[in-house]
């Protein structure tokens, strides 16, 4: 089986940050979240992946290579417009010929390893398997329902849902589903829509199976769930674990998990964990505390973080007050300035707030 792992959006909702990169490379306890998709993928077996791209797609191919380093196979399709879900997926046709298929949207982390959802494709054989999750707000999500373990109706954010599962943005398909797409045209919003691929196949009488997770699904569009799924991901960091020579006095204290990559220094330093702080970092006289994550060559002197995501090459300095649930960009400069108390920050790269 080979996969399709979608990463053409532009991540608007996540402005100023995806001015200048691509939502599918920020990072999660320090890994592009396209890097924790396919080792999942890899996990599951599936190592022949396409990704397609589409906006800042230089950058995606630089992080990702040739997908070696994470035992897959990587090949690039690009989706020059974005027109929908349904579109990207065909964009893959000729990359996936007629094998059965996973599809998975590239700004989704789960808990569940996938395995049961494979199982059973390969022991039911369905037209197309789909991951279902329960959720408290289905107005928001396209909807499946249910009759048995088959999904009989599939509806986009209803006004009055019928169930509370949302389609969760892993798919299963078999070659039927390329015929499907041909015959949609553009929804309300000019987008060729995945939901609506699902209903032709449903309307044929193909079977359309749904698995229901058990575990956390995040879906990482919003700073807010970047945040969350940063804390979940640092909250399965245990022990202490250093890359390489380090420098760290005698009078920093440090408490909890830890990861410190090679080449950083601390000195006179607290540090609270889980805590991940990449290679060639810089912290001094300042504290670090629970879900923070430094990118490489990071300086952080004379400031206070906690749960917030610091990119690589940023200088944080002489901050009063407390950084709080941040995003801060790469190559950001924050220094000599007063917060008062705590603040939440969102920068995108190369953004400069110094104070006098």
Same mark, same amino acid.
């Given at each position: 089986?080979?996969?399709? /792992?979608?990463?053409?959006?532009?991540?608007?909702?996540?402005?100023?940050?995806?001015?200048?990169?691509?939502?599918?490379? %920020?990072?999660?306890?320090?890994?592009?979240?396209?890097?924790?998709?396919?080792?999942?993928?890899?996990?599951?077996?599936?190592?022949?992946?396409?990704?397609?791209?589409?906006?800042?797609? !230089?950058?995606?191919?630089?992080?990702? $290579?040739?997908?070696?380093?994470?035992?897959?196979?990587?090949?690039?399709?690009?989706?020059?417009?974005?027109?929908?879900?349904?579109?990207?997926?065909?964009?893959?046709?000729?990359?996936?010929?007629?094998? @059965? =298929?996973?599809?998975? %949207?590239? !700004?989704?982390?789960?808990?569940?390893?996938?395995?049961?959802?494979?199982?059973?494709?390969?022991?039911?054989?369905?037209?197309?398997?789909?991951?279902?999750?329960?959720?408290?707000?289905?107005?928001? =999500?396209?909807?499946?329902?249910?009759?048995?373990?088959?999904?009989?109706? /599939?509806?986009?954010? @209803?006004?009055?849902?019928?169930?509370?599962?949302?389609?969760?943005?892993?798919?299963? =398909?078999?070659?039927?589903?390329?015929?499907?797409?041909?015959?949609?045209?553009?929804?309300?919003?000019?987008?060729?829509?995945?939901?609506?691929?699902?209903? /032709?196949?449903?309307?044929?009488?193909?079977?359309?199976?749904?698995?229901?997770?058990? $575990?956390?699904?995040?879906?990482?569009?919003?700073?807010?769930?970047?945040?969350?799924?940063?804390?979940?991901?640092?909250?399965?960091?245990?022990?202490?674990?250093?890359?390489?020579?380090?420098? *760290?006095?005698?009078?920093?204290?440090?408490?909890?998990a830890l990861y410190i990559g090679r080449d950083s220094k601390m000195k006179q330093c607290t540090i609270k964990g889980p805590v991940i702080i990449g290679d060639n970092c810089e912290i001094e006289h300042a504290t670090l505390l629970e879900n923070t994550c430094l990118g490489n060559g990071s300086v952080v002197k004379n400031a206070r973080i906690v749960n917030s995501?610091? *990119?690589?090459?940023?200088?944080?300095?002489? /901050?009063?007050?407390?950084?709080?649930?941040?995003?801060?960009?790469?190559?950001?400069? %924050?220094?000599?300035?007063?917060?008062?108390?705590?603040?939440?920050?969102?920068?995108?790269?190369?953004?400069?707030?110094?104070?006098?």
């Amino acid at each position: 089986m080979k996969a399709l /792992v979608l990463c053409a959006g532009k991540g608007t909702r996540l402005q100023p940050l995806t001015y200048s990169m691509p939502k599918h490379i %920020l990072p999660l306890a320090n890994v592009p979240i396209v890097s924790h998709i396919i080792k999942k993928l890899v996990n599951l077996g599936i190592s022949e992946i396409g990704l397609i791209v589409g906006y800042m797609q !230089d950058q995606v191919r630089a992080t990702v $290579g040739d997908g070696s380093q994470l035992g897959a196979k990587v090949t690039y399709i690009v989706q020059d417009s974005p027109k929908g879900l349904a579109h990207a997926v065909k964009m893959g046709q000729n990359f996936i010929k007629d094998e @059965p =298929f996973l599809v998975f %949207l590239g !700004d989704n982390i789960f808990e569940d390893d996938l395995t049961n959802l494979v199982r059973r494709y390969n022991e039911e054989k369905p037209s197309s398997i789909i991951i279902l999750k329960a959720v408290d707000e289905p107005q928001r =999500f396209g909807i499946a329902v249910l009759d048995g373990d088959r999904i009989v109706n /599939v509806i986009e954010k @209803p006004k009055d849902p019928p169930s509370n599962l949302a389609i969760a943005g892993v798919y299963i =398909f078999d070659k039927d589903v390329f015929p499907a797409i041909d015959e949609l045209k553009p929804s309300w919003r000019n987008e060729y829509e995945i939901t609506d691929a699902i209903q /032709v196949l449903i309307d044929k009488g193909l079977t359309v199976k749904g698995e229901i997770l058990q $575990g956390k699904w995040l879906d990482t569009g919003k700073p807010k769930d970047i945040i969350d799924a940063n804390m979940y991901l640092c909250s399965k960091l245990s022990g202490w674990h250093i890359a390489g020579e380090s420098d *760290l006095d005698e009078e920093s204290i440090l408490d909890g998990a830890l990861y410190i990559g090679r080449d950083s220094k601390m000195k006179q330093c607290t540090i609270k964990g889980p805590v991940i702080i990449g290679d060639n970092c810089e912290i001094e006289h300042a504290t670090l505390l629970e879900n923070t994550c430094l990118g490489n060559g990071s300086v952080v002197k004379n400031a206070r973080i906690v749960n917030s995501i610091i *990119l690589e090459n940023s200088i944080i300095q002489n /901050v009063k007050g407390m950084i709080t649930n941040s995003i801060i960009g790469k190559n950001v400069e %924050l220094s000599s300035i007063d917060l008062k108390n705590d603040c939440t920050l969102l920068l995108g790269s190369d953004d400069k707030i110094i104070g006098m």
